[in-house]
C-alpha cells in the first residue's frame, strides 16, 4: 500500500500528469475527424459508436506497442470493428488514419484479418483508395 515505507508501492505523479490529462483521446476526436473528412456518420448505431470510439483508442495503442503486443492489438481491432455493422466499417478503415496515417489503412486491416471491403467512401484530406 502507498504510504508504508515500501518504495515500490509508493505512489508517485507522473510529471505529465496535467498535459495528459487535458489532452482529448482518439475516442473524443474520432467523430470531429471524420467529419472532417467528409464521413457520413449519421448512420451509426449506438453499438457502432462504441465499437468505433473503441477502433480509436485501439489504433493509438497499436501506433505505441511493442512487436510482442502488436498481435493482441489487432485481434482487439478486429474484434471492435467486427461489432460495427458492415455498411459502417469504412469508417474503422478511416480510422486508421487518425491514428496512423492513409498509407497504413490497407496494411492494418488486412493485418487484423478483417475482409476487404466492398465500398470506401474516399475522404476529403485523403488519398482516393487504398
Known sequence: M????????????HPNLHAMST????AQTI???LKANGMSLGGLTGQDWS???AAAEIL???ARCDSMA?????SAFRGVVCAMQPKERHLAYHAIAHA?????????WERAGLSKLD???PCLNGPQRQ
Do not use: F, M
Not at 502507498?2 to 505523479?13: I, K, L, Y
Not at 489532452?23 to 482518439?26: E, F, G, L, N, S
Not at 496512423?100 to 496494411?107: K, Q
Open 2 to 13: 502507498a504510504g508504508d515505507g515500501n518504495p515500490q508501492c509508493s505512489r508517485q505523479t
Open 23 to 26: 489532452q482529448k483521446t482518439p
Open 31 to 33: 467523430g470531429p475527424w
Open 51 to 53: 465499437a468505433l470510439r
Open 60 to 62: 493509438g495503442l497499436y
Open 70 to 74: 502488436e498481435p493482441l492489438v489487432l
Open 100 to 108: 496512423l496515417d492513409w498509407h497504413n489503412r490497407a496494411e492494418i
Open 119 to 121: 465500398r470506401i467512401p
